[in-house]
T-cell receptor
Framework: AQTVTQSQPEMSVQEAETVTLSCTYD???????LFWYKQPPSRQMILVIR??????QNATENRFSVNFQKAAKSFSLKISDSQLGDTAMYFC??????????????FGQGTILTVHP | DTGVSQDPRHKITKRGQNVTFRCDPI?????LYWYRQTLGQGPEFLTY????????KSRLLSDRFSAERPKGSFSTLEIQRTEQGDSAMYLC??????????????FGPGTRLTVL
């Protein structure tokens, strides 16, 4: 079974600054995806960024980038130029891409990020 | 709005009552997922469907829980004899299954259940 751990229950950052959210995971599989999801207060969850395990290059989506360390099973999210709209709960998630479990997401506990003006 | 919709958004019930939630996926999405999220925690997988077939169920889905997806369109999640521990947000997500590729799951707004 896979596990995902987010060790930072809460983080805060000043607007326009950079913040990094941490995530570690445990799996014996080699074929998988990792994701960061954002869940704003009272709003639905949306995908921020994804990383394929077979890719060495770190994924980037505008102000969001990841640091994927496969050997260390670490997957952190960096948010540059933080904006007030980035305030949300952020979840790290794992998806095994083989066999019949081609859809079940395993989530971490979440990190509440607050961006201060 | 063509996103995933869930109904009701909030449900308050008394312990022992039965409740049913509905999820309407994005049109043409053949996979549908149910997750449960307790306060301050990440969502936990409950079950998923490909078309009308229920392909996997979590051990979290006790005998009091049943999910259906008739005709491969909307899905219902029923909880019988509710318990206070069932209080949570129930999330639905959908995706389109394409062979050999990853398919993004799009989440609905959730149904918040409170069992008194």
């Amino acid at each position: 079974a896979q596990t995902v751990t987010q060790s930072q229950p809460e983080m805060s950052v000043q607007e326009a600054e950079t913040v990094t959210l941490s995530c570690t995971y445990d799996t014996s599989e080699n074929n998988y995806y990792l994701f960061w999801y954002k869940q704003p207060p009272s709003r639905q969850m949306i995908l921020v960024i994804r990383q394929e395990a077979y890719k060495q290059q770190n994924a980037t989506e505008n102000r969001f980038s990841v640091n994927f360390q496969k050997a260390a099973k670490s997957f952190s999210l960096k948010i540059s130029d933080s904006q007030l709209g980035d305030t949300a709960m952020y979840f790290c998630a794992f998806l095994y891409a083989g066999g019949t479990s081609y859809g079940k997401l395993t989530f971490g506990q979440g990190t509440i990020l607050t961006v201060h003006p | 709005d063509t996103g995933v919709s869930q109904d009701p958004r909030h449900k308050i019930t008394k312990r022992g009552q039965n409740v049913t939630f509905r999820c309407d996926p994005i049109s043409e999405h053949n996979r549908l997922y149910w997750y449960r999220q307790t306060l301050g925690q990440g969502p936990e997988f409950l079950t998923y469907f490909q078309n009308e077939a229920q392909l996997e169920k979590s051990r979290l889905l006790s005998d009091r829980f049943s999910a259906e997806r008739p005709k491969g369109s909307f899905s219902t999640l029923e909880i019988q004899r509710t318990e206070q521990g069932d209080s949570a947000m129930y999330l639905c997500a959908s995706s389109v299954r394409l062979a050999g590729s990853y398919n993004e799951q799009f989440f609905g707004p959730g149904t918040r259940l409170t069992v008194l």
